[in-house]
Protein backbone atom coordinates (compact mmCIF):
# COMPACT_ATOMS: atom_id res chain seq x y z
CA UNK A 1 0.00 0.00 0.00
CA UNK A 2 1.10 3.58 -0.65
CA UNK A 3 1.37 5.79 2.62
CA UNK A 4 0.09 8.69 2.85
CA UNK A 5 0.75 11.50 5.56
CA UNK A 6 -2.05 14.26 6.57
CA UNK A 7 -0.55 17.11 8.06
CA UNK A 8 -1.86 20.41 9.54
CA UNK A 9 1.23 22.16 10.95
CA UNK A 10 1.17 24.65 13.87
CA UNK A 11 1.67 28.74 13.40
CA UNK A 12 4.65 29.67 14.34
CA UNK A 13 3.59 31.88 16.65
CA UNK A 14 1.99 28.99 19.36
CA UNK A 15 5.03 28.12 21.14
CA UNK A 16 2.57 26.03 23.27
CA UNK A 17 1.18 23.32 22.10
CA UNK A 18 -2.54 22.70 22.65
CA UNK A 19 -2.81 26.90 22.00
CA UNK A 20 -5.67 28.38 22.58
CA UNK A 21 -6.40 28.77 19.07
CA UNK A 22 -6.96 24.78 18.09
CA UNK A 23 -9.33 23.50 20.78
CA UNK A 24 -10.41 20.90 18.20
CA UNK A 25 -9.12 18.19 15.86
CA UNK A 26 -8.47 19.00 11.79
CA UNK A 27 -11.73 18.01 10.54
CA UNK A 28 -10.82 18.83 7.01
CA UNK A 29 -8.20 16.13 6.65
CA UNK A 30 -10.28 13.55 8.51
CA UNK A 31 -12.84 14.59 5.54
CA UNK A 32 -9.91 13.96 2.90
CA UNK A 33 -9.21 10.68 4.62
CA UNK A 34 -12.59 9.38 4.22
CA UNK A 35 -12.64 10.34 0.41
CA UNK A 36 -9.10 8.45 -0.47
CA UNK A 37 -8.73 5.76 -2.65
CA UNK A 38 -8.30 2.17 -0.29
CA UNK A 39 -5.04 1.41 -1.65
CA UNK A 40 -3.49 4.39 1.00
CA UNK A 41 -2.24 4.06 4.49
CA UNK A 42 -3.49 7.35 5.76
CA UNK A 43 -2.04 8.91 8.62
CA UNK A 44 -2.88 12.30 10.54
CA UNK A 45 -0.66 14.69 11.97
CA UNK A 46 -1.79 17.54 13.99
CA UNK A 47 1.37 19.46 14.73
CA UNK A 48 -0.60 21.90 16.67
CA UNK A 49 -0.81 18.98 19.70
CA UNK A 50 2.40 16.89 19.26
CA UNK A 51 5.93 18.29 18.20
CA UNK A 52 6.90 16.39 14.95
CA UNK A 53 10.67 15.37 13.58
CA UNK A 54 9.68 15.57 9.75
CA UNK A 55 12.84 12.40 9.19
CA UNK A 56 10.14 10.17 11.27
CA UNK A 57 7.73 10.55 8.08
CA UNK A 58 10.17 9.90 5.00
CA UNK A 59 8.66 6.75 4.11
CA UNK A 60 5.53 8.74 3.02
CA UNK A 61 4.59 8.14 -0.92
CA UNK A 62 2.45 11.41 -0.68
CA UNK A 63 1.85 14.39 1.91
CA UNK A 64 -1.14 16.41 1.92
CA UNK A 65 -1.20 19.60 4.33
CA UNK A 66 -3.84 21.86 5.22
CA UNK A 67 -2.91 25.46 6.07
CA UNK A 68 -4.65 28.72 7.36
CA UNK A 69 -2.68 32.02 6.47
CA UNK A 70 -1.17 31.82 10.42
CA UNK A 71 0.07 28.28 9.39
CA UNK A 72 1.08 28.49 5.68
CA UNK A 73 4.26 29.05 6.24
CA UNK A 74 5.21 26.75 8.50
CA UNK A 75 2.76 24.68 6.08
CA UNK A 76 5.60 25.47 3.40
CA UNK A 77 8.37 24.46 5.39
CA UNK A 78 7.14 21.35 5.58
CA UNK A 79 6.06 20.94 2.21
CA UNK A 80 9.70 21.88 0.98
CA UNK A 81 11.11 19.56 3.19
CA UNK A 82 9.28 16.36 1.71
CA UNK A 83 9.92 17.60 -1.55
CA UNK A 84 13.36 17.73 -0.98
CA UNK A 85 13.61 14.21 -0.55
CA UNK A 86 11.12 13.49 -3.69
CA UNK A 87 8.08 12.97 -1.60
CA UNK A 88 5.25 14.56 -3.87
CA UNK A 89 3.17 16.94 -1.89
CA UNK A 90 -0.58 18.43 -2.14
CA UNK A 91 -1.47 21.39 -0.39
CA UNK A 92 -5.14 22.81 0.49
CA UNK A 93 -6.94 24.83 2.68
CA UNK A 94 -8.51 28.78 2.81
CA UNK A 95 -4.81 30.62 2.17
CA UNK A 96 -3.46 28.44 -0.83
CA UNK A 97 -7.26 28.61 -2.16
CA UNK A 98 -7.11 32.35 -2.43
CA UNK A 99 -3.33 32.52 -3.49
CA UNK A 100 -2.35 29.40 -5.48
CA UNK A 101 0.59 30.74 -7.41
CA UNK A 102 2.26 31.22 -4.09
CA UNK A 103 1.61 27.40 -2.80
CA UNK A 104 2.62 26.06 -5.92
CA UNK A 105 6.58 27.12 -5.35
CA UNK A 106 5.96 24.77 -2.33
CA UNK A 107 3.67 22.11 -3.20
CA UNK A 108 3.45 19.59 -6.59
CA UNK A 109 -0.32 20.29 -6.49
CA UNK A 110 -3.01 22.75 -5.15
CA UNK A 111 -6.37 22.11 -4.53
CA UNK A 112 -8.17 25.12 -4.69
CA UNK A 113 -11.83 25.55 -3.01
CA UNK A 114 -13.42 22.48 -1.03
CA UNK A 115 -11.01 19.29 -1.72
CA UNK A 116 -13.76 16.36 -1.31
CA UNK A 117 -13.90 15.80 -5.64
CA UNK A 118 -11.10 16.93 -6.47
CA UNK A 119 -8.90 15.36 -3.93
CA UNK A 120 -10.92 11.55 -4.59
CA UNK A 121 -9.44 12.96 -8.31
CA UNK A 122 -5.63 13.80 -7.52
CA UNK A 123 -4.90 10.85 -5.64
CA UNK A 124 -6.26 8.38 -8.19
CA UNK A 125 -4.08 10.17 -10.41
CA UNK A 126 -1.21 9.62 -8.22
CA UNK A 127 -1.89 5.72 -8.09
CA UNK A 128 -2.57 5.56 -12.02
CA UNK A 129 1.24 7.43 -12.16
CA UNK A 130 -0.73 10.21 -14.35
CA UNK A 131 1.13 13.40 -14.15
CA UNK A 132 -0.22 16.19 -11.94
CA UNK A 133 -0.53 19.68 -13.46
CA UNK A 134 -0.58 21.95 -10.57
CA UNK A 135 -3.52 23.41 -9.90
CA UNK A 136 -6.93 21.70 -9.44
CA UNK A 137 -10.10 24.15 -9.20
CA UNK A 138 -13.77 23.51 -9.52
CA UNK A 139 -16.40 26.15 -9.49
CA UNK A 140 -18.95 23.38 -8.41
CA UNK A 141 -19.99 23.17 -4.79
CA UNK A 142 -19.61 19.97 -3.59
CA UNK A 143 -22.80 17.93 -2.71
CA UNK A 144 -23.85 17.36 1.17
CA UNK A 145 -25.78 14.39 0.25
CA UNK A 146 -24.36 10.81 0.79
CA UNK A 147 -20.71 12.31 2.39
CA UNK A 148 -18.57 9.22 3.66
CA UNK A 149 -18.11 9.49 7.49
CA UNK A 150 -15.07 11.37 8.03
CA UNK A 151 -11.99 8.93 9.02
CA UNK A 152 -11.84 10.25 13.31
CA UNK A 153 -10.82 7.20 13.77
CA UNK A 154 -7.40 8.73 12.76
CA UNK A 155 -7.15 11.73 15.08
CA UNK A 156 -3.98 11.33 16.99
CA UNK A 157 -4.78 9.02 20.16
CA UNK A 158 -3.07 10.89 22.90
CA UNK A 159 -4.29 14.71 21.97
CA UNK A 160 -5.66 15.96 24.41
CA UNK A 161 -8.62 18.43 22.48
CA UNK A 162 -11.13 20.23 24.33
CA UNK A 163 -13.89 17.96 22.22
CA UNK A 164 -12.66 15.61 20.08
CA UNK A 165 -15.63 14.47 18.19
CA UNK A 166 -16.29 17.31 15.55
CA UNK A 167 -18.70 17.19 12.29
CA UNK A 168 -20.80 19.39 10.52
CA UNK A 169 -24.56 20.01 9.47
CA UNK A 170 -24.01 22.54 6.63
CA UNK A 171 -21.45 24.50 4.45
CA UNK A 172 -21.03 27.63 2.95
CA UNK A 173 -22.59 30.84 3.94
CA UNK A 174 -24.07 33.76 1.77
CA UNK A 175 -23.51 36.66 4.25
CA UNK A 176 -20.79 37.80 2.02
CA UNK A 177 -19.12 40.02 4.94
CA UNK A 178 -16.09 41.95 3.78
CA UNK A 179 -13.51 40.60 5.84
CA UNK A 180 -14.27 36.84 5.98
CA UNK A 181 -12.73 33.92 4.18
CA UNK A 182 -15.25 31.71 3.89
CA UNK A 183 -17.67 33.06 1.41
CA UNK A 184 -14.57 32.81 -1.28
CA UNK A 185 -13.71 29.68 -0.24
CA UNK A 186 -17.36 28.22 0.07
CA UNK A 187 -20.38 31.14 -0.93
CA UNK A 188 -23.23 28.34 -1.38
CA UNK A 189 -24.97 27.69 1.53
CA UNK A 190 -25.82 23.75 1.11
CA UNK A 191 -27.20 21.93 3.70
CA UNK A 192 -27.28 17.61 4.73
CA UNK A 193 -30.33 15.81 4.59
CA UNK A 194 -31.14 15.71 8.50
CA UNK A 195 -31.45 11.93 8.88
CA UNK A 196 -27.53 11.90 7.50
CA UNK A 197 -26.52 14.14 10.63
CA UNK A 198 -28.12 12.10 12.79
CA UNK A 199 -27.09 9.00 11.90
CA UNK A 200 -23.45 10.60 12.16
CA UNK A 201 -24.50 11.60 15.30
CA UNK A 202 -24.69 8.53 16.08
CA UNK A 203 -22.04 6.92 14.83
CA UNK A 204 -19.85 9.44 16.52
CA UNK A 205 -21.58 9.20 20.06
CA UNK A 206 -20.51 5.21 20.15
CA UNK A 207 -17.06 5.53 18.53
CA UNK A 208 -15.66 8.92 19.78
CA UNK A 209 -17.67 11.11 22.04
CA UNK A 210 -15.23 10.22 25.15
CA UNK A 211 -16.92 11.26 29.10
CA UNK A 212 -17.46 14.44 28.26
CA UNK A 213 -20.24 13.57 26.22
CA UNK A 214 -20.05 16.33 23.95
CA UNK A 215 -19.67 17.05 20.18
CA UNK A 216 -18.60 20.10 18.06
CA UNK A 217 -19.87 21.24 15.23
CA UNK A 218 -17.63 22.92 12.48
CA UNK A 219 -20.38 24.94 10.20
CA UNK A 220 -20.45 28.31 9.38
CA UNK A 221 -23.62 29.57 9.62
CA UNK A 222 -25.98 26.65 10.86
CA UNK A 223 -28.90 28.54 12.02
CA UNK A 224 -29.17 30.35 8.62
CA UNK A 225 -32.35 28.16 7.66
CA UNK A 226 -34.07 28.21 10.65
CA UNK A 227 -37.01 25.67 9.89
CA UNK A 228 -33.88 23.12 8.59
CA UNK A 229 -32.29 23.62 12.21
CA UNK A 230 -35.38 23.51 13.79
CA UNK A 231 -36.27 19.79 12.29
CA UNK A 232 -32.03 18.89 13.34
CA UNK A 233 -32.48 19.89 16.79
CA UNK A 234 -35.64 18.08 17.50
CA UNK A 235 -34.26 15.09 16.29
CA UNK A 236 -30.93 15.40 18.16
CA UNK A 237 -32.96 15.51 21.49
CA UNK A 238 -33.18 11.82 22.14
CA UNK A 239 -29.13 11.41 21.52
CA UNK A 240 -28.81 12.78 24.93
CA UNK A 241 -25.17 15.05 23.47
CA UNK A 242 -23.86 18.53 24.34
CA UNK A 243 -22.44 20.50 21.73
CA UNK A 244 -21.73 23.53 20.85
CA UNK A 245 -21.49 25.70 17.03
CA UNK A 246 -21.62 28.88 15.21
CA UNK A 247 -25.08 30.61 15.21
CA UNK A 248 -26.58 33.84 13.63
CA UNK A 249 -26.79 36.82 15.80
CA UNK A 250 -30.81 36.66 14.84
CA UNK A 251 -31.24 33.68 17.24
CA UNK A 252 -31.95 35.83 19.96
CA UNK A 253 -35.20 36.46 17.61
CA UNK A 254 -36.83 33.30 17.13
CA UNK A 255 -37.82 31.43 21.11
CA UNK A 256 -38.47 27.93 19.72
CA UNK A 257 -35.29 27.79 17.99
CA UNK A 258 -33.61 28.51 21.28
CA UNK A 259 -35.51 26.26 23.49
CA UNK A 260 -34.96 23.34 20.86
CA UNK A 261 -31.22 23.94 20.84
CA UNK A 262 -31.04 24.38 24.70
CA UNK A 263 -33.77 20.68 25.00
CA UNK A 264 -30.82 19.38 21.99
CA UNK A 265 -27.72 20.10 24.34
CA UNK A 266 -26.47 22.81 23.39
CA UNK A 267 -23.88 24.31 25.53
CA UNK A 268 -21.94 26.90 23.49
CA UNK A 269 -22.84 29.01 20.65
CA UNK A 270 -20.16 31.15 18.90
CA UNK A 271 -21.70 34.48 17.48
CA UNK A 272 -20.08 36.80 15.53
CA UNK A 273 -20.75 40.24 17.23
CA UNK A 274 -17.43 41.60 15.17
CA UNK A 275 -17.81 45.55 14.89
CA UNK A 276 -18.66 47.53 18.08
CA UNK A 277 -19.90 50.77 15.64
CA UNK A 278 -22.93 51.35 13.13
CA UNK A 279 -20.68 52.32 10.13
CA UNK A 280 -18.24 49.28 10.47
CA UNK A 281 -21.40 46.89 10.66
CA UNK A 282 -22.57 47.95 7.68
CA UNK A 283 -19.62 48.99 5.63
CA UNK A 284 -18.47 45.04 6.31
CA UNK A 285 -22.33 43.93 5.24
CA UNK A 286 -22.88 42.67 8.63
CA UNK A 287 -26.62 43.59 8.42
CA UNK A 288 -28.39 42.05 10.80
CA UNK A 289 -26.18 42.93 13.40
CA UNK A 290 -27.53 46.70 12.77
CA UNK A 291 -29.92 47.68 15.68
CA UNK A 292 -28.71 45.00 18.28
CA UNK A 293 -28.49 45.76 21.48
CA UNK A 294 -25.58 42.64 21.67
CA UNK A 295 -25.64 42.50 25.57
CA UNK A 296 -29.47 42.00 25.76
CA UNK A 297 -29.19 39.51 23.08
CA UNK A 298 -26.75 37.82 25.91
CA UNK A 299 -28.50 38.28 28.63
CA UNK A 300 -31.82 36.48 26.98
CA UNK A 301 -29.57 33.79 25.53
CA UNK A 302 -27.49 32.62 28.57
CA UNK A 303 -30.11 33.69 30.94
CA UNK A 304 -33.30 32.84 29.90
CA UNK A 305 -32.54 30.04 27.81
CA UNK A 306 -29.13 28.32 29.27
CA UNK A 307 -26.80 28.58 26.19
CA UNK A 308 -23.30 29.91 27.06
CA UNK A 309 -22.57 32.54 24.32
CA UNK A 310 -19.04 32.76 23.08
CA UNK A 311 -18.54 36.32 21.60
CA UNK A 312 -16.91 36.87 18.49
CA UNK A 313 -14.95 40.37 18.41
CA UNK A 314 -12.83 41.76 15.93
CA UNK A 315 -11.53 44.99 16.72
CA UNK A 316 -9.30 47.72 13.78
CA UNK A 317 -12.38 48.69 11.89
CA UNK A 318 -12.19 52.09 10.31
CA UNK A 319 -14.46 53.84 12.80
CA UNK A 320 -12.70 52.46 15.41
CA UNK A 321 -11.03 54.71 17.55
CA UNK A 322 -9.05 54.00 21.20
CA UNK A 323 -12.63 54.50 23.09
CA UNK A 324 -13.26 51.36 21.70
CA UNK A 325 -12.04 49.22 23.44
CA UNK A 326 -13.59 50.80 26.37
CA UNK A 327 -17.27 49.79 24.85
CA UNK A 328 -15.95 46.65 24.64
CA UNK A 329 -14.97 45.93 28.35
CA UNK A 330 -18.76 47.83 29.05
CA UNK A 331 -19.99 45.13 26.71
CA UNK A 332 -18.44 41.98 28.61
CA UNK A 333 -18.83 43.52 31.52
CA UNK A 334 -22.41 43.80 31.21
CA UNK A 335 -23.44 41.09 29.57
CA UNK A 336 -21.20 38.82 31.67
CA UNK A 337 -20.37 37.02 28.07
CA UNK A 338 -19.47 33.35 28.98
CA UNK A 339 -16.68 33.08 26.36
CA UNK A 340 -14.45 35.64 24.15
CA UNK A 341 -13.12 34.84 20.75
CA UNK A 342 -11.13 38.24 20.39
CA UNK A 343 -9.10 38.90 16.92
CA UNK A 344 -7.64 41.69 15.59
CA UNK A 345 -8.63 43.23 11.72
CA UNK A 346 -6.79 40.34 9.82
CA UNK A 347 -6.62 41.33 5.94
CA UNK A 348 -6.97 37.39 4.82
CA UNK A 349 -6.25 37.41 0.80
CA UNK A 350 -9.58 36.41 -0.95
CA UNK A 351 -11.43 38.69 1.31
CA UNK A 352 -12.78 42.11 0.24
CA UNK A 353 -11.18 43.40 2.64
CA UNK A 354 -7.51 42.46 1.33
CA UNK A 355 -8.22 43.96 -1.62
CA UNK A 356 -9.54 46.83 -0.59
CA UNK A 357 -6.36 47.58 1.81
CA UNK A 358 -4.62 46.72 -1.04
CA UNK A 359 -6.00 49.42 -3.07
CA UNK A 360 -5.56 52.12 0.15
CA UNK A 361 -2.00 50.82 0.13
CA UNK A 362 -2.35 49.90 3.76
CA UNK A 363 -0.87 46.52 4.41
CA UNK A 364 2.14 46.86 5.89
CA UNK A 365 3.26 43.15 6.40
CA UNK A 366 2.73 40.08 4.11
CA UNK A 367 4.61 38.02 6.71
CA UNK A 368 1.41 35.28 7.37
CA UNK A 369 3.04 34.66 10.46
CA UNK A 370 2.03 37.36 11.87
CA UNK A 371 -1.82 37.41 10.65
CA UNK A 372 -2.76 35.72 14.14
CA UNK A 373 -3.25 36.93 18.08
CA UNK A 374 -2.01 40.50 18.52
CA UNK A 375 -0.50 40.62 15.23
CA UNK A 376 -0.51 43.90 13.37
CA UNK A 377 -0.06 44.23 9.70
CA UNK A 378 -2.18 47.05 8.65
CA UNK A 379 -2.47 50.46 9.12
CA UNK A 380 -5.90 51.45 11.17
CA UNK A 381 -7.78 54.35 10.03
CA UNK A 382 -8.59 56.16 13.26
CA UNK A 383 -5.39 55.28 15.70
CA UNK A 384 -1.85 54.64 15.30
CA UNK A 385 -0.76 50.78 15.47
CA UNK A 386 0.73 51.02 18.90
CA UNK A 387 -2.71 52.14 20.11
CA UNK A 388 -4.85 49.02 18.24
CA UNK A 389 -1.79 46.49 19.67
CA UNK A 390 -1.87 48.46 23.32
CA UNK A 391 -6.04 48.59 23.15
CA UNK A 392 -6.22 44.66 22.03
CA UNK A 393 -3.97 43.25 24.57
CA UNK A 394 -5.80 45.44 27.83
CA UNK A 395 -9.10 43.99 26.63
CA UNK A 396 -7.71 40.46 26.85
CA UNK A 397 -5.87 40.93 29.96
CA UNK A 398 -8.92 42.64 31.68
CA UNK A 399 -10.88 38.92 30.16
CA UNK A 400 -8.14 36.60 31.21
CA UNK A 401 -8.09 37.96 34.61
CA UNK A 402 -9.40 35.39 37.00
CA UNK A 403 -11.62 37.65 39.03
CA UNK A 404 -13.53 37.87 36.02
CA UNK A 405 -13.77 34.40 35.49
CA UNK A 406 -15.37 33.78 39.22
CA UNK A 407 -18.51 36.99 37.77
CA UNK A 408 -18.98 34.62 34.83
CA UNK A 409 -19.35 31.22 37.26
CA UNK A 410 -21.32 33.17 39.79
CA UNK A 411 -23.99 34.25 36.71
CA UNK A 412 -24.02 31.05 35.14
CA UNK A 413 -24.58 29.52 38.47
CA UNK A 414 -27.63 31.31 39.67
CA UNK A 415 -29.10 31.19 35.93
CA UNK A 416 -30.36 28.36 33.33
CA UNK A 417 -26.55 27.85 32.18
CA UNK A 418 -26.24 26.34 35.83
CA UNK A 419 -23.70 23.74 36.50
CA UNK A 420 -22.92 22.52 33.01
CA UNK A 421 -22.91 26.34 31.79
CA UNK A 422 -20.19 27.01 34.64
CA UNK A 423 -18.11 23.74 33.15
CA UNK A 424 -18.08 25.56 30.02
CA UNK A 425 -17.03 28.52 31.34
CA UNK A 426 -13.70 26.90 33.22
CA UNK A 427 -12.49 25.22 30.14
CA UNK A 428 -12.81 28.25 28.00
CA UNK A 429 -10.88 30.45 30.03
CA UNK A 430 -8.50 28.80 30.34
CA UNK A 431 -8.22 29.11 26.42
CA UNK A 432 -8.40 32.55 26.77
CA UNK A 433 -5.50 32.73 29.41
CA UNK A 434 -3.28 30.62 26.92
CA UNK A 435 -4.14 33.42 24.01
CA UNK A 436 -3.15 36.24 26.46
CA UNK A 437 -0.04 34.27 27.95
CA UNK A 438 1.16 33.47 24.04
CA UNK A 439 0.58 37.26 23.21
CA UNK A 440 2.93 38.25 25.57
CA UNK A 441 5.85 36.03 23.70
CA UNK A 442 8.54 37.31 21.11
CA UNK A 443 8.60 40.48 19.26
CA UNK A 444 7.97 42.51 16.37
CA UNK A 445 3.87 41.90 16.80
CA UNK A 446 3.61 45.19 15.17
CA UNK A 447 4.73 45.49 11.42
CA UNK A 448 5.25 49.69 10.13
Not at 124 to 136: A, M, R, S, T, V
Amino acid sequence: MKKLKLISPCAHRFTDKGSAKYHFPPLSLAVLAANTPNEFDIEIIDENYQDINLNDYLDADLIGITSMTATVKRGYEIADFFRKHGITVIMGGHHVSALPEEALQHADVVIVGEGDILWRQVTEEFLDNKPLHGIYSSTEPVSLDNLPLPREDLYPKDAKYLIRANTHMTRGCPNNCAFCSVTTFSPKFRKRPVDEVIAEMKYLKENFVDETNRIVFNDDNPTLDKKYAKELFRKMIPLNLKWQTFAGIDIAEDDELLDLMKKAGCTGALIGFDAMNIEDIESMHKYKNKNTDYTQIVKKIQNEFGIPVIAGVVVGFDHDTVETFDKIIKFLDESLVSNLTFNILYPYPGTKLYEQFKRENRITSYDWDNYVLDGINFVPKNMTQKELHDGYLSVLKWYSDDKQLERRLENAKKTAMGEIGAMMIRDWHAGVKRAYQECLRGENKIRY
